[in-house]
């Protein structure tokens, strides 16, 4: 597993130290990432919001190539909530702009990585164009079969529970049962994340201790990592660390 980073980690170097601790045998197979402090890393450097999120476009790029690297089997990134509609609207138009330009821009690289893409969420308010562009990369990327990555756009985890709940009693329905015998799987099998292992690992930068209505279905048993560090300098050392962390944790899933 090492060998993939031989040209992108220098030896000696802080990140292949933090490397040669990771047990490529407990890796974990799903990472989910709260992509947070944009906004205050502008503001620490009298910029406004959306050169942050451009800054963290590459921490993006990092975990992306990272995760690639360690063949980890599913990544999902919260890109913009159900509650973001809220913020400035040159923010938002920012920020819709920058994904437009980053899958145009970072497609062949996602797809040279073997990494499938999808986004996840109520995508039917985004615009025409972005929608049309986002199914344009999920199948040009639909054959892949490394890390699936998920970014959830106009995504609430509360909307998710209920748009699955609905989904699963027409197909309990359908199938000729009661919804009094639909059950979890019936619920999971309607998720947007249906397919994927559990996560196994939560990150949330930016030193806030809240999950903000991210994969509340998802998260029932994943381990959560937070760091102070801002979304913008979360790079490969960083990720090195979460994992790390997550190693160090005895998982016991409710048992002894």
């Not at 490529?24 to 009298?46: C, E, F, S, T, Y």
């Not at 529970?161 to 359908?174: I, P, T």
């Not at 619920?187 to 201790?209: C, K, N, Q, W």
Request: hydrophobic share 40%.
């Amino acid at each position: 597993m090492h060998a993939n980073f031989a040209k992108v980690v220098k030896p000696n170097s802080p990140e292949a130290e933090l490397l040669a601790q990771i047990d490529p045998a407990r890796l974990p197979q799903h990472i989910a990432v709260i992509m947070d402090g944009n906004g205050r890393w502008a503001k620490a450097r009298g910029k406004p919001r959306i050169f942050g999120h451009r800054e963290g476009a590459e921490s993006v790029r990092a975990i992306l190539d990272t995760c690639a690297r360690l063949e980890i089997k599913a990544v999902t990134l919260y890109a913009f909530s159900t509650e973001n509609w809220k913020r400035p609207e040159d923010e938002v138009s920012g920020l819709m702009q920058m994904l437009k330009l980053y899958l145009k821009k970072e497609l062949k690289t996602v797809h040279q990585h073997n990494i499938r893409f999808q986004a996840i969420g109520r995508l039917d308010r985004l615009s025409p164009d972005l929608r049309k562009q986002i199914t344009a990369a999920m199948e040009y990327t639909s054959r892949n079969t490394g890390t699936v990555l998920s970014v959830a756009l106009n995504y609430g985890g509360r909307a998710e529970l209920v748009d699955a709940a609905r989904e699963a009693a027409k197909s309990v329905l359908a199938g000729g049962r009661s919804l009094d015998e639909m059950n979890e799987a019936d619920i999971a099998a309607h998720l947007y994340t249906r397919g994927l292992p559990e996560v196994d690992l939560m990150v949330r930068t930016s030193g806030e201790f809240r999950i903000s209505n991210f994969l509340l279905w998802q998260l029932a048993y994943s381990e959560i990592y937070v760091t102070p560090t801002l979304f913008p300098d979360f790079r490969r050392a960083e990720i090195f660390r979460a994992i790390l962390e997550f190693q160090k944790r005895e998982r016991r899933f409710g048992g002894v």
